[in-house]
């Protein structure tokens, strides 16, 4: 099983900064098979990023992957108010299929 | 605009088994796509269970495999989880999934509110 581990554990940030998260996989996840996703507290999350780098439909252009093999990231160009939340990634390249355990990006 | 709602019950006696019924709208599960489920335990991270194609190949999580059974009902486009001998542990949130990719590797573009199901006697 691939374990991912995310990092920081929480992201203190203003609104209008730039977040970068980390994503890092125990082996290779092979070919980019890493998602991103964005949860807001009593809420589902959401897709926000497949394949390390694309950009699911609806989402802003301010959020943006990069990474391959075992190191990921996902960068937040400027927070806006609706963007503190949780964020996992997901790798799909491997069975079982597993999640990061989530960064908490919080308004310092 | 695809939309996934869950169904079932609330609390599951410890050893029984959990269902779990998700009603698609605006998206015909026989025209293609894996459908899953994911839990999530309260203020924890996220676990996939499995995903089935509607014409029945699945793909279970290992460590659930023998105790997981989803199955696709296309005349009522909907698909159901059952998760037997259920312990304390397994209470979370389960959600319903649309799961895009094909061959075991999926991520999941859309998903159903969750239903929280607590394993209590």
């Known amino acids: 099983e691939i374990v991912l581990t995310q990092s920081p554990g929480t992201l203190s940030l203003s609104p209008g900064e730039r977040a970068t998260l980390s994503c890092r996989a125990s082996?290779?996840?092979?070919?980019?098979?890493l998602g991103w996703y964005q949860q807001k507290p009593g809420q589902a999350p959401r897709l926000l990023i497949f394949g390390a780098s694309s950009r699911a439909t609806g989402i802003p252009d301010r959020f943006s992957g990069s990474g391959s093999g075992t190191d990921f990231t996902l960068t937040i160009s400027r927070l806006e108010p609706e963007d503190f939340a949780v964020y996992y990634c997901?790798?799909?390249?491997?069975?079982?299929?597993?999640f990061g355990g989530g960064t908490k990006v919080e308004i310092k | 605009q695809v939309q996934l709602q869950e169904s079932g019950p609330g609390l599951v006696k410890p050893s029984e088994t959990l269902s779990l019924t998700c009603t698609v709208s605006?998206?015909?599960?026989?025209?293609?796509?894996?459908w899953g489920w994911i839990r999530q335990p309260p203020g924890k991270g996220l676990e996939w269970i499995g995903s089935?194609?509607?014409?029945?190949?699945?793909f279970y999580n290992p460590s659930l495999k023998s105790r997981v059974s989803i199955s696709v009902d296309t005349s009522k486009n909907q698909f159901s989880l059952q998760l037997t001998s259920v312990t304390a542990a397994e209470t979370a949130v389960y959600y319903c999934?649309?799961?895009?990719?094909?061959?075991?590797?999926?991520?999941?573009?859309?998903w159903g509110q969750g239903t929280l199901v607590t394993v209590s006697s």
């Open positions: 605006g998206y015909s599960i026989s025209s293609g796509f894996y």
């Open positions: 082996q290779s996840v092979g070919s980019s098979y």
């Open positions: 997901q790798q799909y390249g491997n069975s079982p299929l597993t």
């Open positions: 089935v194609y509607y014409s029945g190949n699945n």
């Open positions: 999934v649309r799961t895009y990719g094909s061959g075991g590797y999926f991520y999941f573009d859309y």
